[in-house]
């Protein structure tokens, strides 16, 4: 029974580029939400998203940030134009229906230079 | 600001010794709790849920709370070094389900 997948594991870009991080939720979870988790601080939580619904983006910076979970394929957090704060890790987690248990992936660690 | 409040430790324990970790919540809608454990550079781990008041017991390891207070616990009893991370601490807000960590303590199991 597969976890929760995401990639890549590692993720260098230089400042200005985009970063797009991939998150494939557990076999019969259709709930996803991101967290990020910047050195030495907890986890915040981003957004929360069902598939091709948005439901919470509460805790989404408003501006270069977005994030979507189509009818088919991996929910997607998209970072443009990244700057050096944006350097943290990134991980998804899935859930089977509220309220339920999330269960995280392995995360993303993402690296602005 | 709902808020989830750790003692960050680090919380250094023997092998052997039981070890106890604290959480407070500010949010009174909270209906859900869970404690993660997190080594270093990997993701969170779930050890425990607990919904209800009073104890919940799982292997070595018990989970306490208590909504009046809004207090939740974290027992380990046997401790050993492998049980060595950082405990995470986490609230369901109770809005769209989203979890409110706290900022973890570390524990250190001493041989």
């Known amino acids: 029974n597969a976890g929760v997948m995401q990639n890549p594991r590692h993720l260098v870009r230089r400042r200005g580029q985009e970063a797009r991080l991939r998150c494939s939720p557990m076999k019969g979870h259709s709930h996803v939400y991101w967290y990020r988790q910047l050195p030495e601080e907890g986890l915040k939580f981003m957004v929360y998203l069902q598939k091709e619904n948005i439901i919470d983006e509460s805790g989404m910076p408003k501006e270069r940030f977005s994030a979507e979970f189509p009818k088919e394929g991996p929910s997607i957090l998209r970072i443009q134009q990244v700057v050096r704060g944006d350097s943290a890790a990134y991980f998804c987690?899935?859930?089977?229906?509220?309220?339920?248990?999330?269960?995280f992936g392995p995360g993303t660690r993402l690296t602005v230079l | 600001q709902k808020e989830v409040e750790q003692n960050s430790g680090p919380l250094s324990v023997p092998e052997g010794a039981i070890a106890s970790l604290n959480c407070t919540y500010s949010?009174?809608?909270?209906?859900?709790f869970f404690w993660y454990r997190q080594y270093s550079g990997k993701s969170p781990e779930l050890i425990m849920s607990?919904?209800?008041?009073g104890d919940k017991e799982d292997g070595r390891f018990t989970a306490q709370l208590n909504k009046a207070s809004q207090y939740v616990s974290l027992l380990i009893r046997d401790s050993q070094p492998s049980d060595s991370a950082t405990y995470l601490c986490?609230?369901?807000?109770?809005?769209?389900?989203?979890?409110?960590f706290g900022t973890g303590t570390r524990l250190q199991v001493t041989l």
């Open positions: 987690a899935s859930q089977a229906g509220a309220p339920d248990t999330q269960y």
């Open positions: 986490a609230a369901d807000t109770g809005t769209a389900s989203k979890l409110t």
């Open positions: 949010d009174r809608g909270s209906q859900s």
């Open positions: 607990i919904y209800s008041n």
